[in-house]
Nanobody, 119 residues
């Protein structure tokens, strides 16, 4: 059974930091591209950050560049999102996503973790 379990979401003040974690199981984690998405109420889900399965290269959405950092630990089957200098507009449910296109497309979603940035 495939599982992606996010943790680390919390209520934080503007300017604060959080580190989200996503623990993966049930598939070969090291072969998957891992991403973080977020969705605020009334808005479409948006891609926040991506890290590749091989060389570990990263990409970030413009609103989070310079503030967020995605990383992965293949030995622990875990992907992280370090979030610094948080802003109220970062408030959303953050979702972990796994993707692979080899022979067939496969992708998986976590259940999400709530991040609220408010004074």
């Amino acid at each position: 059974q495939v599982q992606l379990v996010e943790s680390g979401g919390a209520l934080v003040q503007p300017g604060g930091s959080l580190r989200l974690s996503c623990a993966a199981s049930g598939f070969t984690f090291s072969t998957y591209v891992m991403s973080w998405y977020r969705q605020a109420p009334g808005k479409e889900r948006e891609l926040v950050a991506t890290i590749t399965s091989t060389d570990g290269s990263t990409n970030y959405a413009d609103p989070v560049k310079g503030r967020f950092a995605i990383s992965r630990d293949n030995a622990k089957n875990t992907v992280y999102l370090q979030m610094n200098n948080l802003k109220p507009e970062d408030t959303a449910v953050y979702y972990c996503h796994a993707y692979r296109q080899r022979q067939f497309r496969r992708d998986y979603w976590g259940q999400g973790t709530q991040v609220t940035v408010s004074a």
